[in-house]
Protein backbone atom coordinates (compact mmCIF):
# COMPACT_ATOMS: atom_id res chain seq x y z
CA UNK A 1 0.00 0.00 0.00
CA UNK A 2 1.31 3.14 -0.40
CA UNK A 3 2.58 5.43 2.23
CA UNK A 4 2.63 8.77 0.49
CA UNK A 5 -0.53 10.59 -0.40
CA UNK A 6 -0.72 13.89 -2.47
CA UNK A 7 -3.29 16.07 -2.15
CA UNK A 8 -4.78 17.38 -4.58
CA UNK A 9 -4.30 15.08 -7.15
CA UNK A 10 -4.40 18.17 -9.24
CA UNK A 11 -3.97 21.55 -9.13
CA UNK A 12 -4.76 24.69 -12.32
CA UNK A 13 -3.60 28.28 -10.93
CA UNK A 14 -2.30 31.07 -12.97
CA UNK A 15 1.20 32.17 -13.48
CA UNK A 16 2.40 34.31 -10.33
CA UNK A 17 -0.22 32.58 -8.01
CA UNK A 18 1.00 30.11 -5.44
CA UNK A 19 0.51 26.50 -5.51
CA UNK A 20 0.87 24.39 -2.06
CA UNK A 21 0.53 20.72 -2.35
CA UNK A 22 -0.11 18.78 0.70
CA UNK A 23 1.69 15.11 1.30
CA UNK A 24 0.71 11.91 4.41
CA UNK A 25 2.45 9.27 5.53
CA UNK A 26 1.67 6.81 7.93
CA UNK A 27 4.31 5.33 9.67
CA UNK A 28 7.56 7.22 11.57
CA UNK A 29 10.60 8.39 9.20
CA UNK A 30 13.66 9.62 9.58
CA UNK A 31 13.14 12.46 6.37
CA UNK A 32 10.94 13.38 3.46
CA UNK A 33 11.70 14.20 0.60
CA UNK A 34 10.03 15.94 -2.27
CA UNK A 35 10.44 15.40 -6.48
CA UNK A 36 9.82 16.81 -9.45
CA UNK A 37 8.66 15.19 -12.75
CA UNK A 38 8.56 16.84 -16.13
CA UNK A 39 5.87 14.61 -18.52
CA UNK A 40 6.66 11.24 -18.37
CA UNK A 41 10.65 11.99 -17.56
CA UNK A 42 12.27 10.87 -15.13
CA UNK A 43 12.24 12.57 -11.16
CA UNK A 44 14.67 14.73 -10.31
CA UNK A 45 15.20 15.91 -6.13
CA UNK A 46 14.18 18.84 -5.24
CA UNK A 47 14.61 19.09 -1.24
CA UNK A 48 15.18 17.12 1.52
CA UNK A 49 13.60 17.66 5.07
CA UNK A 50 14.47 15.93 8.00
CA UNK A 51 12.10 14.83 10.92
CA UNK A 52 13.92 17.35 12.97
CA UNK A 53 13.49 20.02 11.13
CA UNK A 54 10.02 21.82 11.00
CA UNK A 55 10.48 24.10 7.69
CA UNK A 56 12.86 24.58 4.42
CA UNK A 57 13.50 26.90 1.83
CA UNK A 58 15.03 26.74 -1.75
CA UNK A 59 14.62 29.38 -3.50
CA UNK A 60 10.70 29.36 -4.30
CA UNK A 61 10.18 26.12 -2.44
CA UNK A 62 8.87 26.38 0.89
CA UNK A 63 8.84 22.88 2.58
CA UNK A 64 6.69 22.02 5.63
CA UNK A 65 7.27 18.96 8.27
CA UNK A 66 4.62 18.38 10.97
CA UNK A 67 5.59 14.86 12.39
CA UNK A 68 2.90 14.53 14.81
CA UNK A 69 0.29 14.67 12.11
CA UNK A 70 2.60 12.93 9.48
CA UNK A 71 2.28 15.67 6.89
CA UNK A 72 4.39 17.49 4.67
CA UNK A 73 3.24 20.73 2.72
CA UNK A 74 5.37 21.87 -0.61
CA UNK A 75 4.81 25.92 -1.34
CA UNK A 76 6.23 26.93 -4.70
CA UNK A 77 5.55 31.01 -4.81
CA UNK A 78 5.12 32.93 -7.52
CA UNK A 79 4.68 30.25 -10.15
CA UNK A 80 6.20 29.88 -13.51
CA UNK A 81 4.76 28.00 -16.52
CA UNK A 82 7.34 25.84 -16.66
CA UNK A 83 6.58 24.98 -12.94
CA UNK A 84 4.00 22.66 -14.81
CA UNK A 85 4.81 19.31 -13.76
CA UNK A 86 3.78 16.57 -11.48
CA UNK A 87 4.97 16.45 -7.77
CA UNK A 88 5.68 13.59 -5.74
CA UNK A 89 6.78 13.23 -1.91
CA UNK A 90 8.86 9.89 -0.99
CA UNK A 91 9.41 8.25 2.30
CA UNK A 92 11.46 5.44 3.76
CA UNK A 93 9.95 4.30 6.75
CA UNK A 94 12.57 4.35 10.38
CA UNK A 95 14.64 1.38 10.08
CA UNK A 96 13.11 0.10 6.38
CA UNK A 97 14.74 0.02 3.40
CA UNK A 98 11.62 0.40 1.01
CA UNK A 99 11.00 3.51 -0.43
CA UNK A 100 7.55 4.88 -0.81
CA UNK A 101 6.25 7.15 -3.33
CA UNK A 102 2.71 9.02 -3.46
CA UNK A 103 0.45 8.90 -6.45
CA UNK A 104 1.96 12.94 -6.80
CA UNK A 105 -0.09 16.40 -7.68
CA UNK A 106 0.08 17.21 -11.25
CA UNK A 107 0.28 21.29 -10.96
CA UNK A 108 -0.40 23.14 -14.62
CA UNK A 109 0.41 26.73 -14.45
CA UNK A 110 -1.09 28.66 -16.68
CA UNK A 111 0.40 31.69 -18.78
CA UNK B 1 29.00 13.65 -15.70
CA UNK B 2 26.94 11.98 -13.12
CA UNK B 3 24.28 10.08 -14.53
CA UNK B 4 21.99 6.78 -14.13
CA UNK B 5 21.44 5.31 -17.49
CA UNK B 6 18.77 2.86 -18.78
CA UNK B 7 18.45 0.95 -22.04
CA UNK B 8 16.37 0.44 -24.33
CA UNK B 9 14.67 3.32 -23.89
CA UNK B 10 11.49 2.14 -25.58
CA UNK B 11 10.68 -1.43 -25.87
CA UNK B 12 7.39 -3.47 -27.76
CA UNK B 13 7.38 -7.17 -26.92
CA UNK B 14 5.32 -9.79 -27.09
CA UNK B 15 3.98 -11.78 -24.35
CA UNK B 16 6.61 -14.68 -23.12
CA UNK B 17 9.39 -12.97 -24.73
CA UNK B 18 12.33 -12.77 -21.73
CA UNK B 19 13.69 -9.55 -22.33
CA UNK B 20 15.85 -7.10 -20.10
CA UNK B 21 16.37 -3.84 -19.32
CA UNK B 22 20.10 -2.51 -18.35
CA UNK B 23 20.91 0.42 -15.63
CA UNK B 24 23.89 1.79 -14.68
CA UNK B 25 25.42 4.73 -12.30
CA UNK B 26 28.77 6.23 -12.55
CA UNK B 27 28.18 7.64 -9.21
CA UNK B 28 29.88 4.98 -6.75
CA UNK B 29 26.00 4.92 -5.20
CA UNK B 30 25.07 1.43 -2.85
CA UNK B 31 21.66 1.49 -3.26
CA UNK B 32 19.76 1.07 -6.54
CA UNK B 33 16.24 0.72 -6.97
CA UNK B 34 13.67 0.10 -10.33
CA UNK B 35 9.86 1.26 -10.16
CA UNK B 36 7.06 0.93 -12.48
CA UNK B 37 4.76 3.81 -13.56
CA UNK B 38 1.43 3.59 -13.55
CA UNK B 39 -1.32 6.48 -14.35
CA UNK B 40 -2.90 7.29 -11.13
CA UNK B 41 -0.17 5.10 -9.18
CA UNK B 42 2.55 6.85 -8.86
CA UNK B 43 6.15 5.39 -8.68
CA UNK B 44 6.22 1.92 -6.99
CA UNK B 45 9.31 0.09 -5.97
CA UNK B 46 9.55 -2.87 -7.54
CA UNK B 47 13.02 -4.39 -6.03
CA UNK B 48 15.85 -2.27 -4.62
CA UNK B 49 19.49 -3.12 -3.89
CA UNK B 50 21.67 -1.68 -1.08
CA UNK B 51 24.97 -3.07 -2.47
CA UNK B 52 26.70 -5.75 -4.33
CA UNK B 53 24.95 -8.86 -4.20
CA UNK B 54 22.56 -7.84 -2.21
CA UNK B 55 18.96 -7.23 -3.03
CA UNK B 56 15.21 -6.94 -1.52
CA UNK B 57 11.73 -6.89 -2.89
CA UNK B 58 9.53 -3.96 -2.99
CA UNK B 59 6.34 -3.61 -3.42
CA UNK B 60 5.40 -4.59 -6.62
CA UNK B 61 8.11 -7.34 -7.32
CA UNK B 62 6.19 -10.56 -8.80
CA UNK B 63 6.78 -11.40 -12.37
CA UNK B 64 10.66 -9.68 -12.09
CA UNK B 65 14.19 -10.49 -11.15
CA UNK B 66 17.55 -8.35 -10.56
CA UNK B 67 20.64 -9.00 -10.24
CA UNK B 68 23.74 -7.06 -8.68
CA UNK B 69 26.86 -8.45 -9.98
CA UNK B 70 28.92 -4.96 -10.34
CA UNK B 71 28.30 -1.75 -7.98
CA UNK B 72 27.64 0.28 -10.84
CA UNK B 73 25.00 -2.14 -12.72
CA UNK B 74 21.30 -2.99 -11.52
CA UNK B 75 19.50 -5.04 -14.39
CA UNK B 76 15.57 -5.72 -14.26
CA UNK B 77 15.26 -9.02 -16.38
CA UNK B 78 11.56 -9.89 -17.06
CA UNK B 79 11.34 -13.66 -17.20
CA UNK B 80 7.98 -13.85 -19.26
CA UNK B 81 6.82 -10.92 -19.74
CA UNK B 82 2.68 -10.15 -19.74
CA UNK B 83 0.55 -6.94 -20.55
CA UNK B 84 -0.24 -6.19 -17.32
CA UNK B 85 3.57 -5.44 -16.81
CA UNK B 86 3.74 -2.67 -19.71
CA UNK B 87 4.40 0.46 -18.18
CA UNK B 88 6.96 3.00 -17.88
CA UNK B 89 9.73 1.88 -15.78
CA UNK B 90 12.37 3.98 -13.80
CA UNK B 91 15.82 3.01 -12.33
CA UNK B 92 17.52 4.87 -9.61
CA UNK B 93 20.39 5.47 -7.52
CA UNK B 94 21.51 7.24 -4.63
CA UNK B 95 24.12 7.39 -1.84
CA UNK B 96 22.07 5.71 1.09
CA UNK B 97 18.55 3.97 1.49
CA UNK B 98 17.23 7.23 2.77
CA UNK B 99 19.44 9.91 0.40
CA UNK B 100 18.31 11.39 -2.78
CA UNK B 101 17.58 9.21 -5.39
CA UNK B 102 18.54 9.98 -9.04
CA UNK B 103 16.27 8.81 -11.42
CA UNK B 104 17.21 7.50 -15.19
CA UNK B 105 15.28 8.58 -17.96
CA UNK B 106 13.00 6.29 -18.07
CA UNK B 107 11.94 3.08 -20.48
CA UNK B 108 8.70 2.98 -21.93
CA UNK B 109 7.59 -1.00 -22.34
CA UNK B 110 4.64 -2.19 -24.21
CA UNK B 111 4.02 -6.24 -23.87
CA UNK B 112 1.46 -7.15 -26.70
Redesign the interface.
Known amino acids: S?Q?EEDPQALSIQEGENATMNCSYKTSI??L?W?RQNS??????LI?IRSNEREKHSGRLRVTLDTSKKSSSLLITASRAADTASY?C?T?PTGG????????TRLFVKA | EAQVTQNPRYLITVTGKKLTVTCSQNMNHEYMSWYRQDPGLGLRQIYYSMNVEVTDKGDVPEGYKVSRKEKRNFPLILESPSPNQTSLYFCASSPGREETQYFGPGTRLLVL
Do not use: E
Not at chain 1, 97 to 104: C, E, L, P, Q, S
Open positions: QGNNQYGRGLVHLFAVFKTIFGAG
